[in-house]
């Protein structure tokens, strides 16, 4: 009997090793599809909605670093979601064809400028899971906001959800020792809440985030590097024509992250579907924005660049023995005599420039002016 049961259970195994060998060869492997983007975040807001509720703020101390933790058991700690000590916010952030309510803290706004979400940044971070576990920290890190730019050696490795809650907050000021060393204060500094279609998403991060995983990130902007993407002369920032100049930018030809793109999003002069920040062009009237941008040689313009700013620039005080002051902003078209009165405006015939042109705040800067320069035969 005992020599029947061993022949037995030899006789399974070997069928069993048969039928693997067999899968192996045999079976192609499995593809799980990612799951659809609205009903992950559905999920990942409501438990977001759920850690806000259950979880609260035990300090935060003078150089604003926070520490949440979960209300125990019959605890009595107002949570997150109830205090009103710090401003609990939220921004509609669009992105893989559905709108994202994104949750944030702010424990300080920082008093200096607001980076767009294409600019370079300086900040010092914690990266925690919905379980207060810390998944990853820094002091000081630099990163480029735009996650998704493969135009630049300089293409960022930082999620989505870091390009759109930054542009919230404002740098501080710096001073800087003897030795180098930099100390800054009055920082922008917060807390975001991201849900899984703003983070990592089906790939997850190594072993720690796995895929559809909720994270958080507590941070402080020190400082930022405004950037100029497809290098026209005029930075990002200044690119930000839509009528509601948030400080946000995107290039919508991504169609599979933005199918309906919002009308109020778009930072397009010329309506090529190629976003003023990454245009060569911007008016589309065939001349090149540094074209336009550029000085004409018998130009008495004070200033050592051969270019216009966007705007006048103070002279440098750091370097007395060089004036880099340019008392004039990137023109519009010129408004003053013609050349010649007798006969119309033409590109023969031009009117002159005169010093409204360039300092009118309300004005068409040249490059923006699809009429000017005169359109090309």
Known sequence: MNKFKYYFILLLAGISLVSCNKSDDDDDAVVVPVRDYAEQYK??????????????????????????????????????????VYKLDTRDVYSNGITYEVYYLTLNEGVGLSPTNTDKVVVSYSGSLLNNTVFDSSNRFTALLFPYDASTTEASTVIEGWSEIFPKFKTGTHTTAGDGTITYSDFGAGVMFLPSGLAYYATGSGSKILPYTCITFSFK?????????????????????????????YDFRDTQRYPNPPADLIDDTDGDGIADFRDFDDDGDGY??????????????????????????ADNPNTPNTDESEIWGIPRRPTG????????????????FIPADYTDPARLRMHLDKAYPFQKN
């Open 288 to 313: 090149t924005t540094r074209f336009e941008l550029t000085k004409p040689t018998d130009a008495t313009y004070s200033g050592l660049s051969k270019y216009y700013p966007y705007d006048p620039i």
């Open 337 to 352: 005599a013609l050349a010649d009165p007798t006969k119309p405006e033409s590109i023969t015939n031009s009117k002159a």
């Open 43 to 84: 999920a990942d807001n409501d438990s977001i909605v759920n850690y806000l509720k259950t979880n609260y703020i035990k300090s935060v101390s003078a150089n604003f670093d926070i520490v949440i933790e979960k209300i125990p058991a019959g605890g009595t700690q107002v949570s997150i979601w109830d205090q009103d």
């Open 221 to 249: 902007l020190y400082d930022l590097q405004h950037l100029d993407h497809d290098q026209d002369g005029v930075l990002d920032y200044q690119e930000d024509v839509s009528k509601n100049k948030d400080g946000y930018m």
